[in-house]
């Protein structure tokens, strides 16, 4: 059984992948990704949060994190943001700011 998911891009991702476009390796590892999520849904990913299920996608060389949210009714998957791993603080906040962002669109 072939599933298929579809990505939806936030405002904030389109603006990186316009500048990500200049950087060839970047652009290709976003790729990839978008690929495998696209086929496999977020099972390539780890959850975040439960509750509103948004999740993150992890590359090593260069460090890279993709966070996306599943909409488990559409069977949808917003991509948001990546950024390069920097600190664990600068992560927590993307992801708190995620999460904000999600909570306020359901509303």
Known sequence: MNKSFELIFDDVIL???KK???NQKVREI????FNKLELAGPSVGDLLDSQLFIYEIKNTHPPIRLYFRH????????????????SKERQQKTIQKIKFKVKNSES
């Open 15 to 17: 603006k990186q992948l």
């Open 20 to 22: 990500a476009g200049k």
């Open 30 to 33: 976003l790729k990839k990704m």
């Open 71 to 86: 909409d488990r009714i559409t069977n949808d998957i917003k991509v948001f943001e990546f950024e390069m791993k920097t």
